[in-house]
């Protein structure tokens, strides 16, 4: 059995005012959310059902792109990304992964944006993952970048569902 509340006036716990409830969530729309909001949210997995892979020692694309136009123009991106990649390497020699932002790396990038992994075995997995933020008023297409360390090295960046994600937030202020 279904309940219904009806009510003229709400009055706070000290009695000292009222709680005005005039239809406000009623057709509520992300202009109307208070700082803080997030007004949306994108995320991508597995855009190809095949690796990537590169001997290269300059950072190579993904093949993973993320691409959404702000809602408002002082909005927080949040990025966050994880993945799992591995090489074929000799002992010693790692790779790299930085994240881009429109075919560049983002503001405070390094070699070790994402980090670096060394590997003492042929294919151990590693790890990567990363927080980043940005504003801006136009679209703007984020994509992982991997490099190897050394040219005898093969690098595989792993486009498995399981083992990746790439989201970006956007947060009213």
């Not at 190579?60 to 809602?71: C, D, E, N, R």
């Not at 590693?126 to 297409?141: H, V």
């Amino acid at each position: 059995m279904a309940s219904k509340l009806k009510t003229d006036i709400l009055e706070t716990v000290s009695g000292s005012g009222t709680i005005a409830l005039t239809n406000q969530l009623s057709g509520m729309t992300d202009a109307s959310m208070p700082s803080g909001s997030v007004v949306q949210v994108k995320q991508t997995y597995n855009p190809s059902a095949s690796n990537t892979a590169s001997t290269s020692t300059s950072f190579v694309a993904s093949g993973i792109q993320l691409v959404i136009t702000p809602k408002y123009a002082n909005s927080l991106l949040l990025v966050q990304f994880n993945t799992t990649m591995t090489q074929k390497t000799v002992n010693g020699n790692g790779m790299y992964a930085q994240m881009w932002m429109n075919g560049s790396v983002m503001a405070g990038g390094s070699e070790y944006h994402l980090g670096y992994k060394e590997l003492q075995s042929d294919y151990s997995p590693m790890i990567f993952s990363g927080q980043y933020t940005a504003t801006s008023t136009s679209t703007l297409t984020f994509e992982p970048h991997f490099r190897s360390s050394n040219t005898n090295n093969l690098a595989i960046f792993l486009h498995v569902r399981s083992s990746y994600g790439l989201t970006v937030t956007e947060i009213k202020q």
